[in-house]
């Protein structure tokens, strides 16, 4: 967003009728507003009402331009208030989004589908937002199925093609065994798989990345992994192509994590190693290169390179990212068979982690840490 939105003459139009604010969730500094404002996913777009300071729409994730702008319009209008009808109860959806209320939201987008006619401009919206507010409910089956019935209403668009890709995300979280599962994925896959067919649907890149990782992680889940490796391949070729027109380092370093994960997948870490390499020598303050390489190199047994580069990641890193990059060095040690240097490593990342402020606490690596060192059979 930073590198490709933001910067955007279009949202000109748009500069002075909001305060443009970028917070850096890492730094310590900026736990008093994630105390009021949580954050749950990255991107976090939040479009916040002055006077009393309420959030009055929340969206997860990266929007391209025109997406942005009616979320913009979108939030103005939820600040202004007087709306009737639809309109007022999708505002209102967004409020409670916002304010994280997820089941109030869900049930608020759900009368406002209900309340509005077929060809309501802001109906594919709103079923992503119901998507988001399902999942962040842990509803996966109401959110697959919801999606399923909206998808032949909504024209194919960005919107239309995210539905696709919520959807058959939230059908991948629910449980194996039931019934509605294998009624769902199969025809979201489909969806996906159309969505990222010609002709391309002019989406944010990170957002077709998403479809790709979905897609893939479906062949996985179905035990088709030659399907799987089929999809990172093609996967990675699209981040590549990307991620050459970027026009700056900073850009095309957009592109690193997604291209991290395809070759991980694909099981060929060493695709993406020069990419990591140039990000590192052209941004060479930023923690990120380093500690990806640090991932793929691990991966590909290069375990002295590995150490190294881990190394150089936690000393340019922070707050809750370098919890993690001491995980993943104790992780590196431990394959080194250096049982005494995975244990310091992993109990520094515990005593990191739990002295930041609790809204910047990372529990999942928290919990990664306590489970390594009881592995390991720390005190």
Sequence with gaps: MHANVFTD?????????????????????????????PVEAWPSLFVIEPKEERVVLRWLGSATVEQLEALLEDGARAARGGAEG???????????????DKKGAAAAFTE??????????????????????????DEPETCARTALAELP????????????????GCALEGPKTPAW????????????????APPPIPMAPDDVSGLYEVRASARQEAGDEAGARKVAETWLAYLEAEAAKAP???????????????????????????????????LPEDYNPPARQAVVLLRMGRLDEALAASDRAVARAYGPRKVRILNDRGDILL?????SGARTSYAEALALGQSLPKPQQPRRELRRAEAKLKELGAP
Aim: charge should be neutral; aromatic fraction near 6%.
């Design 112 to 137: 406002a589908l209900a309340d509005a006619p077929a060809d309501w401009p802001r109906r594919a919206r709103t079923v992503e937002s119901l998507l988001m507010a399902l999942s962040g409910a």
């Design 9 to 37: 003459a279009r949202l000109g139009r748009l500069a002075g009728q909001f305060v443009w604010l970028s917070v850096d969730t890492e730094k310590a500094e900026n736990a008093g507003f994630l105390e009021r404002f």
């Design 181 to 196: 599962k294998a009624e769902a994925v199969a025809p979201l896959e489909k969806r996906v798989e159309e969505a990222l």
């Design 153 to 168: 209403r909504l024209p194919r668009s960005p919107s239309w093609a995210n539905v696709a890709g919520l959807g058959l």
């Design 335 to 339: 394959a080194r068979g250096d049982r």
């Design 248 to 282: 700056s380092p900073e850009a095309r370093a957009v592109f690193d994590s997604h291209r991290v994960t395809a070759a991980l997948m694909l099981g060929q870490p060493e695709r993406v190693l020069p990419a990591l390499q140039e990000s590192e020598r052209a």
């Design 86 to 100: 639809a309109e007022a109860l999708l505002a209102r959806g967004d409020r409670l989004y916002g304010e994280g």
